[in-house]
């Protein structure tokens, strides 16, 4: 499924984000130099406040602020209802970042209408992040999380019999690993994971994808020494091998119950080929996936509410919720 138009040329208001995008970044650049990730964090919230946009293309029905019990304590997370009459199908969103940077507010744009724009609830997590919190915190709040949803949906209106993952980018990594995790029986099951511009592989070398050799030397808003950074910061010196498929699960077997995927991709991006090269690896094992390329288009352009290609995707997502939601698990 390819949307849009020209792939091999962006357009004129991705272009125009671009530039203000750099212009951000050279702004904050000597903070960051002095005051490392955590003015890091500073920068990418006033990225996605400066293009999120409306607050929501179409709103959610209700907005509930919840704590989860987590290994290393209670973590913040927000749900948002669709219209309709509960209990919802549930999926977990698991935002980008890099595992470092980004959460809740960050992302409320973005997910907030996706549950106004679907039938599906979307829970929304602030697990921690690196380098303070290596690998595996945030994939253990993220089985947490949809171990919530198991135990305590029903009093949040949340069907626990209809839940799935969903991530971006960083977070799309998080969500198919964690949607490998219940397919090995190590977390609850779920009937639909959604991967949107995922990282699949931090093991390969940059030359090995040509995407990152098209489009990663720091023009097109995500650039290789970011990834690279993202990965060193989340996995710990002589921690886990960077094959292990809990962080590369493009490398992994793929196990037979895993659930079906919707996979989105960016023309522009990086990490698009590496989308295209998992959902592959899903359907080589018979695993369903739907892999949706989306052109012209940038890393994280679906949060950039400002975009009109967001808005019209937003609503292509929201459909595939719709769609692979249905299913329940009893």
Known sequence: MELLNDPTRLDAESITLLAQYYDLKEHWGPRIAAEGIAAHRLFASAVFARFRGAEHDVAPARVVELQIDAPGGP???RLYHPPGQPPFPTVLFLHGGGWSV???EDYDGLAGSLAGLSRVAVLS?????????RFPAALEDAVAALQFLERHGPDVGCD?????AMG???????AAV???EAALGRAPQLVAQFLLYPMTDIASPDEHFASRRDYGDGRFFLANAAIAFARENY????????DDPRVSPLLGPVPPTLAPAFILSASHDPLRDEAHAYHEHLMRAGVPSIDCSVAPALHAFLSFGVLASAQRVRRIVASALNELMERRID
């Open 102 to 104: 980004g959460g809740v």
């Open 168 to 174: 971006d980018s960083a977070g799309g990594n998080l």
């Open 75 to 77: 973590r913040r997370a």
């Open 160 to 164: 626990p019999g209809r839940l799935g």
């Open 178 to 180: 964690v949607a490998r």
């Open 125 to 133: 997590l602030d697990y921690r992040l690196a380098p303070e919190h």
């Open 235 to 242: 996995v710990a010196p002589g921690g886990a091998r960077h």
